[in-house]
């Protein structure tokens, strides 16, 4: 027999139940295949595309070349393949984003075998924690509490002896390889440091944080692995990172129990609020061109790198929002276009937070101030001139502030007045609270 393990975003065999469900189905004879679906190479940016392609060469690199990738709507592409090879049974691990919810039904549906969903790309699949009514939690605190008392299974190990069926494949892309070697590589290597991670994680300056998002986007490696390293390591440092895995789990909990977060506002009183239509504002935001330091060394990172801080994250989206008045879901669509972990539940939960409208966010009234942000976070400036180069001769915390110390060559003057903007924004937001 033969059994069919059908990978999406968990392109690993470390610690893939589900991958070892399709070893005992097909008596260790499996076909492993990814499905480049047209609809979501479309809608991923160049960043995203690129390390997909890495990361498929690293997985098939890993089952000795035999990795099976087909282009087409996987509801024909799946059903096609279990007919060529007489698949006893098709094995994924969950996918709990609504397009993917979808997709699965329908194959299912597609399907003369059954489909297997065993795991998820979390530690404790979206939906599972509830609270003492059976409901969902709306605020992380208590969820956080819930998710650490629920606990998880134990990492399993790669299964050995896996007999991979041979079938036409089209050519990988080419390039480097990458994958869950070198994400377990990165992870240990950062492992060393995780106990400073209080010190560092808000200063962009100092890049400390461990960019394990990207590996976690596409399942090259399990949250649970991690989780297991950071249990034998107790520091404050591993107990803050574990809160930070949780909050990426809470996102996706938010997401599958309401899909239509996606693009719009949890608070249905953020569906009256007034916003300008996007237009030269928001091309400055996305060049990095408003004028203000902090936020265009962010944008200019993400355009160059595919990443950016968390701090700055938080900072170049609230200035979209409540500096330049545009509805969050246009910076989120630019967000999903350039990371390179860009993720449908991380990033529009997360603009929802900035943007006051999502579930525990922060509130409206709270505007970062651009300026303060970048002092307090980047002290010496040496972010903003690692991005901006028209500002490498202003010295120290200067950089932060050009118009005040004569500008800077090629440099914008900024395109708004912060205070103004953050008036005009607390209006429109006393105007949906009235
Ligand atoms: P670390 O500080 O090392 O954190 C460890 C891990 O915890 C991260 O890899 C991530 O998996 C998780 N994590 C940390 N912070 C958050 C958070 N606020 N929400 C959810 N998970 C978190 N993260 C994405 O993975 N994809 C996105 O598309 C995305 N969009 C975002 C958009 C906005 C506006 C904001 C404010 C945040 C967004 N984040 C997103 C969350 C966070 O910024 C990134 O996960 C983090 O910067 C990744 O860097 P790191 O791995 O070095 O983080």
Redesign the pocket.
């Given at each position: 027999v033969t059994a069919m393990m059908w990978f999406r975003r968990d392109l690993r065999l470390g610690d893939n139940p589900a991958l070892l469900d399709a070893v005992s189905a097909g008596d260790g004879r499996v076909l492993g295949v990814f499905v480049v679906d047209p609809l979501l190479w479309k809608r991923s940016g160049d960043r995203r595309r690129e390390h997909l392609a890495t990361s498929l060469r690293g997985l098939s690199e890993a089952m000795g070349g035999r990795l099976v990738v087909r282009s087409g709507d996987p509801a024909t592409v799946i059903p096609a393949l279990t007919h060529e090879v007489g698949a006893v049974s098709v094995h994924i691990s969950a996918d709990y984003a609504p397009y993917g919810q979808e997709r699965d039904k329908e194959v299912e549906a597609a399907l003369n075998c059954p489909l297997v969903a065993t795991g998820s790309p979390y530690a404790i699949a979206p939906g599972r924690i509830v609270n003492q009514q059976d409901r969902p939690y709306q605020v992380f605190t208590p969820y956080f509490r819930a998710w650490l008392e629920h606990g998880w299974r134990q990492p399993v190990e790669a299964p050995q002896d896996v007999q991979w069926v041979k079938a036409d494949s089209e050519a990988l892309p080419e390039g480097a390889a990458a994958g869950e070697d070198a994400a377990r590589q990165h992870w240990q290597a950062?492992l060393d440091d995780v106990a400073q991670?209080d010190d560092v994680?808000d200063r962009p300056d100092l890049d400390g944080?461990?960019?394990?998002?990207?590996p976690?986007?596409y399942g090259e490696i399990h949250?649970r692995t991690m989780l297991a390293d950071l249990a034998r390591r107790r520091s404050g440092g591993a107990e803050s990172?574990r809160r930070?895995?949780a909050?990426?789990e809470?996102?996706a909990d938010l997401l599958a129990r309401n899909p239509q977060a996606a693009w719009k506002p949890l608070r249905s009183e953020f569906d009256k609020m007034a916003y300008d239509e996007p237009g030269d504002q928001l091309a400055a935001w996305q060049q990095g061109r408003t004028g203000y330091p902090f936020v265009d060394a962010g944008m200019r990172q993400l355009a160059a790198s595919g990443?950016?801080?968390?701090r700055v994250?938080?900072v170049?989206?609230s200035f979209l929002v409540k500096d330049l008045h545009v509805h969050w879901k246009y910076?989120?669509r630019w967000?999903?276009q350039s990371?390179r972990?860009?993720?449908?539940a991380?990033?529009s939960?997360?603009?929802q937070?900035?943007a006051g409208c999502g579930a525990d966010a922060s509130p409206y009234f709270r505007i970062f101030n651009p300026v303060g942000q970048g002092l307090k976070f980047d002290p010496d400036g040496e972010y903003v001139r690692r991005w901006i180069p028209e500002l490498r001769d202003l010295n120290g915390k200067t950089a932060h502030e050009p118009w005040k110390y004569g500008g800077a060559d090629g440099y914008p003057d900024p395109i708004v007045d912060h205070a103004e903007a953050r008036r005009e924004a607390l209006r429109r937001y006393e105007a949906i609270k009235a």
């Open positions: 950062y991670y994680r944080t461990s960019r394990m998002s990207i976690l986007k949250p990172y930070e895995l909050w990426r809470f996102c990443f950016m801080h968390n994250r938080m170049v989206a910076g989120a967000f999903m990371l972990d860009g993720d449908l991380s990033n939960l997360n603009w937070w900035v």
